[in-house]
């Protein structure tokens, strides 16, 4: 083929099938099966109605699809089950009054409706793919007479890619085949290309969506002297009273509502005043033998728990969550938070104790652990987030962490001792 | 469909007498039968009639599900415009016939609670009602007069109703307009909101409240949905039985069964959608006076009833008829239909029986009497109404439409 030949073709539009009128239904079908005993198999017929001969005729066979929409849904359900065993019972346990972790009854609901939604969505999407929609171009379309397939045409196509299709000899056989006009399918000179109303209609909604961003941000950027809108108002303003305001409802003026007294939560007794405050009720004396008593409260001398390696591990944990960002890992008051105060010069900032300092290290274990609930200086209180048990196991963390920066020779076992000179 | 077999069809000629032989008497006589000795059973076996009750109200509640089934199938075909469905509808009318004698069937049922029976029904126990707070705040409801009344209301209505449909589509047989078939769909839809109001408050009384204690807003639906289950079952095997014997024609063609394949199809998956509504509800909110009554089917064996009905009311029939090519398949289209009917059964076993034997699920030999008994007396009824009408309403303005129906 020379290069002005492959010109000609590219200019003529290429033939993709033949389509062929038939005058009546009946005439389509016996055409229809026709075709198929002279041998091909890329039929496809047109109809202003149903016509159910001809899915026989046709040769059509069931479709595939009913098999992908039960394995979407066997898989959705498979996944919906096994998702929700791993976010309720593996990932994230929850334990919703008393029912086991994973309950099947409970997980039912979404399993089925994930079973629906990936049965629908492949049955949707699937019936497109198999149809090969959407279609950019339709060569049917192109031809004037196939308008008349919606009120009395009765058409049947050939598709080129028949391995038996020949312009010519495929004519011939459909006119043989009782059709009384048959013309070739050709395709539109660019059929991958979108059609202008596509993105006419793409830009003008593009267009329409870039709305809301712009009068949010114009919004944004200037200012108005009108109210503010409240989308919300119920929610904006709801019917309550904040922590630390006023009431009238009250007589006191107090919106929140101090204990009754005489009473204890639930949960909240606190029966052994050593373990819960570090300290034994009443006023310790001055020791300085002249009988007169100072502020000085009755410091616990010994952590009042059973002290074991459990006990240590889970002080340093919490150590090292709660405290080691001021105080620092090793106690010395050079922790990350403190560092970059002193870094940024924060006129406000006091540096933490450290914790080797002598006045530390003479404090009883109680001193510490009511330093740890309410605080002392700078310091904030931790007892409303730290659990007793906790902090306890921080006070012994700290003693532990103390007499490792003061330890002798004597402290290491002695099997250990040629060890630690090598290492140094 | 050709034009001779439509001919034929609609030239059908209405059943005869002879046609049927021995089979109706025959039906009555082992029917009545099977129920006096089943009776006999009862009253001179420890404990017997207090199961025999039992097993009396199953076998009632499992035929009368299929005729208010049957009832909701006519009337519904009518509200729809439904036109595929117009050759199986004399079948569905047929099996409402038998209404007023289940309905009459009642009376053993009732009458005895006039006289402080409670064999059935524990809230007809004055001593009970005396100390048991929950029965005596329901006895404005709960109590025989009114119980015998609600029962003739139901009766009355439902066998109104099913007359008015039956005369009426004799009538258009034989009728040179569509007038009849103008008036039944004009009724439909009042037909169909008296039948779900009264369904509804008849499973109330006559299983839910079996245990007087126990509620479920939903149950009436549930009862509802094992009815849908049945009568498309009957329908699909009374139809093949009447083709076997030559009585319809070709009438009902494979499309047809599809159809009814479809609907017990999505019929049992309601069941199972509204079972598991009912128990979900009650499993989550675990309050003891709900959980109860599955506490109740939990043990003792019953356990084992209510997985059999998971599985075989629920997952074997929704894959075994989740294929087209098995609902076009008349063969295991009725293996199905027939295996639903059991299953209903079952589940209405599971329903009535541990009220009586909560200790042990105990099949005896009443069961099946008493099912064989009523359900002759049922088919004998059916039959009787059946002679001198056409199986098929070949009068029927759309029946031209229903033979031609081919699923796309």
Known sequence: ?424 | MNATTVRQIKNLPSLQAEQLGHWPSSAMRIGAALLIVSLAIGYWSADGMQRLMHVYLLSVSFFLSISLGALFFVVLQHLTGARWSVVLRRIAELLTAAIPVLGLMMLPIVLPMFFGSAALYSWNDEALRQTDALVQGKTPYLNAPFFAFRCLAYFTLWTIIARFYFSRSVAQDRAADALPTEAMRKWSGPSMLAFAGTINFAAFDWLMSLDPHWFSTIFGIYFFAGCAVAVFATLAVASAILQRFGLISQAVTTEHYHDLGKLLFGFTFFWAYIAFSQFLLIWYANIPEETVWFLHRQEHGWQFVGLLLIVGHFFLPFFGLMSRSARRSKRVLLFWAVFMLAMHWIDLYWLIIPSASPESIAVGPLDLLTLVGVGGIWLATILKRAVGTTLVPVGDPYLEESLAFHNV
């Not at chain 1, 196939?146 to 080129?160: K, P, Q, R």
């Open chain 1, 1 to 424: 083929m020379t290069s002005e030949q492959q010109q000609v073709a590219a200019d003529q539009p290429r033939t993709v099938g033949l389509l062929a009128e038939f005058a009546t239904q009946d005439e389509l079908i016996r055409g229809a099966r026709s075709m198929r005993t002279n041998g091909y198999a890329e039929l496809d017929a047109f109809t202003p109605f149903p016509i159910h001969e001809l899915d026989d005729a046709l040769g059509v066979r069931p479709t595939k699809l009913p098999w992908l929409v039960l394995v979407a849904g066997l898989v959705g359900g498979i996944g919906a089950i096994a998702f929700q065993w791993w976010t309720n019972a593996v990932d994230y346990p929850m334990l919703i009054s008393g029912k086991p972790l994973f309950s099947l009854p409970a997980n039912i609901p979404v399993t089925f409706e994930v079973i629906i939604l990936a049965a629908a969505f492949t049955a949707f999407f699937g019936m497109l793919a198999f149809n090969g929609l959407p279609k950019l171009s339709n060569s049917l379309l192109r031809v004037g007479r196939f308008s008349t397939v919606t009120t009395d045409g009765f058409f049947l196509s050939v598709d080129a890619k028949d391995s038996s299709f020949d312009e010519k000899v495929t004519g011939e056989a459909l006119r043989l085949a009782g059709a009384k006009h048959v013309e070739p399918l050709t395709e539109e000179p660019n059929p991958s290309a979108m059609p202008r109303a596509i993105l006419m209609g793409a830009a003008v909604l593009g267009s329409l969506a870039l709305l809301p961003p712009v009068i949010i941000a114009s919004a944004r950027s200037t200012t108005s002297d009108k109210p503010r809108v409240h989308n919300f108002f119920d929610m904006d303003f709801q019917p309550k009273f904040k922590s630390q305001t006023s009431s009238r409802l009250f007589a006191d003026g107090r919106a929140m509502r101090p204990r009754v007294s005489g009473t204890v939560p639930r949960g909240s007794l606190q029966q052994n005043a050593s373990y819960e405050f570090g300290f034994a009720p009443g006023k310790a004396s001055s020791g300085e033998g002249d009988g007169s008593e100072t502020a000085t409260p009755q410091w616990v001398k010994e952590v009042p728990m059973t002290v074991s390696t459990e006990l240590m591990e889970r002080g340093r944990e919490r150590f090292d969550i709660h405290c080691a960002v001021c105080h620092g890992k090793a106690g010395y008051g050079n922790g990350l938070a403190s560092l970059r105060a002193l870094e940024l010069e924060q006129g406000t900032w006091v540096p933490p104790t450290s914790l080797h300092s002598q006045h530390v290290i003479d404090q009883p274990v109680g001193q510490l652990f009511n330093s740890i609930t309410n605080g002392v200086r700078k310091m904030p209180a931790y007892g409303h987030q730290i659990s007793v048990e906790d902090r306890w196991a921080i006070v012994l963390y700290m003693r532990a962490l103390q007499r490792s920066q003061q330890a002798s020779l004597a402290d290491v076992p002695t099997d250990l001792r040629a060890t630690l000179r090598e290492m140094n």
